[in-house]
């Protein structure tokens, strides 16, 4: 699916942008206010400008900005001011395609790439200027909010690509979350940071451009959605127009299962980050019932294939091995968890675990059947069936996939006796739709959101 279509209105006076070249401030009206469309195979970046230092990107009238578009070729949208806040998202993003010479011009980028090396030298260059004189070099920092489904790019296994990059650049490199995010950053994100003298930190920012732009973030189509998201003019939160897909569903929009949400209700919130101290987070956990034949397949050799899993998701991922009884092992997954979280680190971290989990069955046909089960417990598993069974009636008729609750006399030793059983069949593809119906629900009924999830969740895009 492409980005959503966003308009944007005329802003409020306090929100305008102005470039500050004295007293005679002018309004920048340049084209911050076209639909916002960012595709899954665009190359996007979101550089964090000081607020003190916007006008040398914005410049009077946004003429530079302006300027930054005709000669990049790249689109460059400057983010509201967010109460808390002393820098602004510069969100740049092009094409993937590589047109535009770099540097001495034997080598060539993305129009985004190029936009962002331009923007990040404007930033900096008023501190160079000021240290002409003194000696040796100037220490800069640069900043990218990248979200938490890319970061693995620019990490790596036990974290060797970044290490690489410092050993090669020389440059300090942090990779921070949680509460060290500024406020203007979406929940999902995380902030890579980048310092040291001017021309090392333009070596660290090149080489992690590149790993961006060579892996794509899965929910990055979401980003028009969530950025519009934005705040009054008295800077209090304000929730998404009706053409927004809602929060609590955006798991399901791309990065797990290719749906289209609802549109929002009452219910929803920004997805702008507020003080955490201020919203309830939970632990979402769900436990996997593994046969025992499987396990190795899950660990991997030296813990590799689940060591990945856990850096690449973000959840914690243990294999009770003590609960082994029969075939059978359990595996929970858990994280902590906002509702309004972009994206889900459990439900990304099962479904990467659910095609090693899962019992396989070849059919007459020669089509592989896959068979997943997760423990739940009784009090929870009414949101998955429904009054009269509604619920799971609907879920298999959306998925096509065999959901069933299992009989108590079905339940495996490892269950313990308050436990119902979730069987899950099906072709891959639609054992995997029907897991993340069922995840998704579990989790909005851990947060008492039920009502954020219709009746009908979502629907599958052709």
Known sequence: MAGQRNSYGKRSHSQTDYADHGPNKRRYTGDDRDQFIIGPEDTVYRYLCPIRKIGSIIGRGGEIVKQLRIDTKSKIRIGETVPGSEERVVTVYSASDETNAFEDGDKFVSPAQDALFKVHDRVIAEELRGDEDSDGGHQVTAKLLVPSDQIGCVIGKGGQIVQNIRSETGAQIRILKDEHLPSCALRSDELVQISGEASVVKKALCQIASRLHDNPSRSQHLLASAISNSHSSSGSLVGPTAATPI???????????????????????????????????????????????????????????????????????????????????????????????????????????????????????????????????????????????????????????????????????????????????????LAKDALIQVMTRLRANLFDREGAVSTFVPVFLC
């Open 247 to 429: 929060v609590g569903i955006a798991p399901l929009m791309g990065p797990y299962g290719g749906y289209k949400g609802d549109t929002a209700g009452d219910w929803s919130r920004s997805l702008y980050s507020a003080p955490r101290d201020d919203l309830s987070s939970k632990e979402f956990s769900l436990r996997l019932v593994c046969p025992v034949a499987n396990i190795g397949g899950v660990i991997g050799k030296g813990g590799a294939i689940i060591n990945q899993i856990r850096q690449e998701s973000g959840a914690a991922i243990k294999v009770d091995s003590s609960s082994t009884e029969g075939d059978d092992c359990l595996i929970t997954v858990s994280s902590k968890e906002f509702f309004e979280d972009t994206l889900s680190a459990t439900i990304e971290a099962v479904v990467r675990l659910q095609p090693r989990c899962s019992e396989k069955i070849e059919r007459d046909s020669g089509l592989i059947s896959f068979t997943t089960r997760l423990l739940v417990p009784t009090s929870r598993i009414g949101c998955l069936i429904g009054k009269g069974g509604s619920i799971i009636t609907e879920m298999r008729r959306l998925t096509k996939a065999n959901i069933r609750i299992l009989p108590k006399e079905n339940l495996p030793k490892i269950a313990s006796e308050d436990d119902e059983m979730v069987q899950i069949s099906g072709d891959l593809d």
